[in-house]
């Protein structure tokens, strides 16, 4: 990886945080997007202590709110003439329903719209340093998802029944499932739309994780979460597959694909549906007002 420039979202912490810093081992320069100030820093030093000699840089946004996430990424497109590996991983769950200030649900602009603009943001780059990839951090949660288009910001969702709170732990994780099988469904669409041009789009479930996911939460599900960790794998468990994607020539030309343990494994067969992507990428371009900046086909 020596020379390559990673981009990563959500290097605070957990999954992010263990990938970034084997990158940076390997030889990355690493730019991490993250939220908070302080562990921004913390991150940021920990990469300048394992690799020094790449200049690893540091932006600030909350990937929930629109005019970040687009702020964000032309900072970084103007900053970075090249970008070999663009990792979305920021996520997080949320016991209770919140709208962001663009009337979006929460979970649904963090965890999928925040994936779609940036990798739009910094499509010019990714395309102009090809052979490039994108890796986008899903989960098997996707499993659980229904998806209905007529409620993509769970108005509904949220108000789940008690059996939905009994099994999952309450709506917040039937709302994360779906933005989880978003995560699949972008990729599938963006490695179709990219097809040719040398930049590889794939996903991945990183396993259950013992990170501070889950801890703010919220209700039920947090104290669930937190009780459940002790049969979760570590952090640096958790990052292999996608330090993997990132960085091996195995998958130089894998793309479209959702990996588990570091194979490419079967979604379920509604994360395979590509009208369903088609359609959750237009309803994506329509939310965030990014109409056309990659068209279906080249030629349209
Ligand atoms: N842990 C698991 O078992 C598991 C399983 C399957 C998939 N995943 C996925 O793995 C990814 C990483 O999660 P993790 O387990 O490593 O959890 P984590 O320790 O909570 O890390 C989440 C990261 O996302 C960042 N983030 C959250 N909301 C953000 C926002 N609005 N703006 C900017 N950054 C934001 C956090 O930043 P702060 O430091 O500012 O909070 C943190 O760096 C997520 O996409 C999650 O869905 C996790």
Known sequence: MTGKVVVITGATSGIGKVAAEKLAGMGARMVIVARDRSRGAATLDGLRSINGSAKHTIHYADLSRLAEMRRVAAEIAAAEPRIDVLINNAGALFGSRHLTPDGLELTFATNHLAYFVVSLGLLDRLRASAPSRVINTSSDAHEK????FDDLQSEKAYHGSLGNTLRYGGPGFKVYALSKLCNILFTRELARRLEGIGVTVNC???????TRFGDESGGLISWGLRAAKHLAISPEKGAETLVYLASSPEVADA???YFFQCRPTSPTSQAQDDRAARRLWQESERLSSLVGVLPASPAS
């Open 255 to 257: 793309t479209g694909r």
């Open 204 to 210: 991945f479930h990183p396993g259950f994780v013992d």
């Open 145 to 148: 998802a229904t998806l209905d």
